[in-house]
């Protein structure tokens, strides 16, 4: 605008003095300096006779307004002939209608402050330096052209019109005399030309856009486009600036099973190109053919809808069923099938989906249920409702003089090896295994790749990384019993579960605890461990939430690990499904029948109570006459008497088993007489029988003879000690019940990964209270002593204090509660199980009358 208000000024100058073509008369050419000025430039321009002319005639113009048009033409011819143009500045000269334009100073500044300087590539001379391209678009032939509607069309249809005859918007301007004209026929020519698009709508240009723009806006557009980089104006031209899409349109359609590119102007799906070996085999059949006759090009036919194709058979089609079905069978099989002539003679085989290899008619002949695999992982859902909190431990720790306790029993250190071989893997054969000791580096034989003894490792491997599923457990709220503790996995018969840990504590430990510590608590969490020692797990594993059931799934067993005793849960012998809740039987043995529990397990044998398992009868030993038909039996009392034989001689002559035991074993004396019981301590080493004794006198033989002797040796001195408790209990008069190693026995049996049995002793105490009821529970895995029984526990119970209550039970493993045959037991089984009978509905009688309702 300056450069306007200058240049009529200067003009009006340039008129008054009459010495207007002598360039040195002009101020500013006294500069040596190029003129940068658009007065200087005014001046340069006005060097050229036509140009002089022009300004010669502004001058004389009468308006002003006639002028500036005037002006715009001649810069608008200037542009045409100029590489590089400020582009507002055509736009503000096409756009601006001139004849209704005031003749203001305003307008006519604005156009001329857009006017250019110098081209300074054409100065330079660079302008020579050829096209530049940029994606495809040639640069420089639009270079010379304006923004104008004229320059945002099609390229392809200006070049086809031909680029040269297209005439600039300033020369249109020019040529039109205004802008109207050129709006209109830039307007045409956007509606004419301009199909970038289906939908027909004219794209917005940039032209259209500004002159929609007011004063205000333009002069935004203006400023932002003088900000501009210099290679950006360079290419604003260009319809890849603009927007502007030249390359036809395509669409693509799912079609027969593909996607088809589809032209808007040819709606017929595009023909793919052809195939690479198409391709091939045409060429060659083209080379081959070339001089045969050309066969006339076939319609393309239909394609043909591929038919999916179905197996008609299963796997084992094709199998021929065998002639003798019953060949390979077992005697009994064949037995079974010959009572089943529907299966003998088929009436017709089964071609569509026989079964593998036949094998199913034996499936059928031995009958299994149906049995979803024990990996099958189905978590509960989460936000079960959750004790509050308490304080876990993983690890059993020893307090007080429990540990200089534990290292006094003989199985502390104890590290004979099994003799195991390595295709044996530590099966139920396992000396170890038998006698409850896990194997590890320093006791086995075969090493950790084929041993199977390792319980507690695999527990602590798979619990390691914790998760639901590997932790495998979760405490959740029972509808009657508290706390409960359930499945998140599934478990095979006799898979350890989780480990029952806490605080190992001696007896009177334990009772200074109750006395002080818990003698407000509803619940304790006691459980009677080994050699008078008890876990208490107050602090502890969520195991002590496992309630008790009649049925139980699950053992509570200890084992010797590393030479350390430790407690776990495992599974029974059914396997335990996702969601099964896990109980054990505590085999309460109440003293007192004020100090029962309502069981509330449910199951279909419930005692009613959290009482002791009702004795088992015991089958009736063979009489003396029926010698002859000892068989096996009196061959394995023959063996008996061997190993008794042998076991003294490994003991040191001919002491007392339970003498030598008890002072072997320098534990702390129990309390009250243990004189009554060595008959029945000899009753119990005598279950030490059959396979294991064998185990045990092969070992000797073979070397491993410590390994061996120590087994049978605890077995001894276990019974002892259980014959020593059980009379301590009588004396008691606390409310702690018989624990300790009364429970632990050896049964030499062959019944699996639970084939003996530490089993627990368990002693889980609630406190008493006017409306609480209170239990405590000792858990045993053997059959009670006499001591322990409910009729004598119901007496004795009455000596004892009101305020406590003691129960005895046991979590026995099947295999312990086999009969174990005592020099006492003389009575016919209908005898002895009327007896418990008797003893039970007593216990079971005085219990209802105390149950609170
Ligand atoms: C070691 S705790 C078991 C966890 C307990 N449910 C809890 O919430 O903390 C033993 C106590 O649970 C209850 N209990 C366990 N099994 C039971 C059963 N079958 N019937 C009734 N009560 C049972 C008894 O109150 C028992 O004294």
């Given at each position: 605008m300056a450069g306007l208000a200058a240049l009529t000024s200067e003009a009006s100058f340039s008129a008054a003095t009459t010495d207007a073509t002598d360039a040195s008369s002009n101020p500013?050419?006294?500069?040596?300096?190029?003129?940068?000025?658009?007065?200087?430039?005014?001046?340069?321009?006005?060097?050229?006779?036509?140009?002089?002319?022009?300004?010669?005639?502004?001058?004389?113009?009468?308006?002003?307004?006639?002028?500036?048009?005037?002006?715009?033409?001649?810069e608008s011819e200037q542009q045409a002939s100029r590489q590089q143009t400020p582009v507002g500045l055509a736009i503000v000269v096409a756009e601006e209608p001139l004849d209704s334009a005031p003749p203001s100073a305003t307008r006519a500044r604005r156009a001329r402050a857009s006017l250019p300087v110098y081209n300074l590539s054409k100065l330079s001379g660079t302008d020579a330096h050829g096209k530049r391209r940029a994606k495809g678009d040639s640069v420089g032939e639009k270079r010379r052209r304006t923004i104008s509607g004229d320059t945002l069309v099609n390229d392809d249809q200006e070049g086809a019109s031909g680029s040269a005859d297209v005439p600039t918007s300033a020369n249109r301007v020019a040529k039109d005399g205004g802008s109207k004209k050129v709006k209109e026929s830039s307007a045409a020519a956007l509606v004419a030309r301009r199909a970038t698009r289906l939908s027909g709508a004219p794209p917005e240009t940039l032209t259209t856009k500004l002159s929609a723009l007011g004063k205000r806006g333009k002069k935004t557009f203006e400023k932002s486009l003088s900000r501009m980089s210099r290679e950006l104006r360079r290419l604003?031209?260009?319809?890849?600036?603009?927007?502007?899409?030249?390359?036809?349109?395509?669409?693509?359609?799912?079609?027969?099973?593909?996607?088809?590119?589809?032209?808007?102007?040819?709606?017929e799906p595009v023909a793919s190109p052809p195939r690479k070996k198409a391709r091939f085999d045409a060429v060659s059949g083209a080379q081959d053919n070339d001089n045969a006759e050309k066969p006339e090009p076939e319609a393309p036919s239909a394609k043909k809808r591929r038919v999916k194709k179905y197996l008609e058979k299963g796997l084992y089609a094709g199998q021929e069923a065998p002639t003798d079905i019953a060949k390979g069978m077992t005697a009994k099989e064949k037995k079974k099938l010959a009572s089943i002539p529907e299966l003998l003679t088929p009436s017709e085989p089964n071609k569509t989906l026989p079964f593998p290899t036949y094998n199913g008619l034996r499936l059928l002949l031995n009958g299994r249920d149906f049995k979803l695999p024990y990996d099958v992982c189905n978590p509960l859902p989460p936000g079960q409702p959750k004790p509050a909190a308490y304080r876990t431990m993983t690890k059993n720790r020893f307090v007080g003089d429990a540990a200089a306790y534990w290292k006094k029993t003989p199985h502390f250190g104890d590290s004979s090896k099994c003799v195991c071989k390595p295709e044996d893997g530590c099966a139920e054969d396992c000396q170890n295994r038998i006698m409850l000791y896990e194997c590890d580096e320093t006791n086995c034989n075969v090493g950790k790749a084929h041993c199977q003894n390792r319980a507690f490792q695999t527990l602590q491997e798979r619990t390691k990384r914790g998760g639901r599923y590997r932790v495998g457990v979760e405490v959740y709220k029972t509808a009657d019993r508290g706390y409960g503790v359930r499945s998140n996995r599934c478990f095979e018969p006799n898979q350890i579960i989780m480990e029952y840990t806490g605080e190992i504590i001696t007896e009177?430990?334990?009772?200074?605890?109750?006395?002080?510590?818990?003698?407000?608590?509803e619940c304790y969490y006691l459980m009677s461990f080994d050699q008078n020692m008890i876990i208490d797990a107050t602090t502890g594993s969520i195991a002590r939430f496992v309630n008790h059931s009649c049925s139980p799934n699950c053992r509570m067993i200890k084992w010797i690990v590393s030479g350390q005793p430790r407690m776990a849960l495992f599974a029974g012998d059914r396997p335990i499904m996702t969601g099964d809740e896990l109980t054990y039987d505590y085999n309460f043995?109440?003293?007192?029948?004020?100090?029962?529990?309502?069981?509330?397990?449910?199951?279909?044998?419930?005692?009613?109570?959290?009482g002791p398992k009702p004795k088992e009868v015991k089958p009736p030993k063979p009489s003396k006459e029926d010698g002859k038909g000892k068989g096996k039996k009196g061959s394995v009392k023959g063996s008996v008497k061997a190993g008794k034989r042998k076991l003294k001689e490994l003991l040191g002559g001919d002491r007392d088993d339970n003498e030598g035991a008890s002072k072997k074993r320098k534990i702390k004396p129990a309390m009250?007489?243990?004189?009554?019981?060595?008959?029945?301590?000899?009753?119990?080493?005598?279950?030490?029988?059959?396979?294991?004794?064998?185990?045990?006198?092969?070992?000797?033989?073979?070397?491993?003879?410590?390994?061996?002797?120590?087994?049978?040796?605890?077995?001894?001195?276990?019974?002892?000690?259980k014959a020593k408790t059980a009379l301590s209990k009588k004396t008691a008069a606390g409310y702690v019940a018989s624990r300790g190693l009364k429970q632990t026995k050896i049964s030499f049996k062959k019944t699996g990964t639970a084939s003996s049995s530490r089993s627990s002793s368990l002693t889980i105490v609630a406190a008493s209270g006017p409306s609480k009821q209170t239990a405590k529970t000792n858990a045993s895995g053997t059959p009670k002593s006499k001591a322990a029984t409910p009729a004598s526990s119901a007496k004795s119970a009455r000596t004892r204090t009101p305020s406590r209550k003691v129960l005895e039970g046991s979590s026995t493993p099947k295999s312990a509660t086999s009969p174990v045959v005592t020099g006492k037991r003389k009575k016919s089984p209908a005898a002895a199980s009327a007896k418990v009978k008797s003893s039970r509905a007593r216990v079971v009688q005085q219990s209802v009358y105390d149950f609170p309702n």
């Open positions: 500013a050419s006294f500069s040596s300096t190029p003129p940068t000025t658009v007065s200087s430039d005014s001046m340069s321009l006005a060097s050229e006779p036509d140009t002089l002319k022009h300004e010669t005639t502004i001058t004389a113009a009468p308006r002003l307004g006639a002028a500036i048009t005037m002006l715009e033409n001649v604003q031209d260009t319809n890849e600036f603009a927007h502007i899409e030249t390359r036809p349109v395509r669409y693509t359609v799912w079609s027969n099973g593909k996607y088809v590119d589809v032209d808007p102007e040819h709606p009177e430990e334990c009772e200074r605890r109750m006395n002080e510590v818990y003698k407000d608590n043995d109440p003293f007192s029948a004020k100090n029962v529990q309502k069981c509330l397990c449910g199951s279909p044998n419930c005692r009613g109570v959290l009250g007489a243990v004189k009554a019981k060595p008959a029945k301590a000899k009753a119990k080493t005598t279950t030490t029988t059959g396979k294991a004794r064998g185990a045990a006198l092969k070992a000797a033989t073979k070397g491993a003879a410590k390994g061996a002797a120590t087994a049978i040796k605890r077995s001894v001195s276990s019974a002892s000690v």
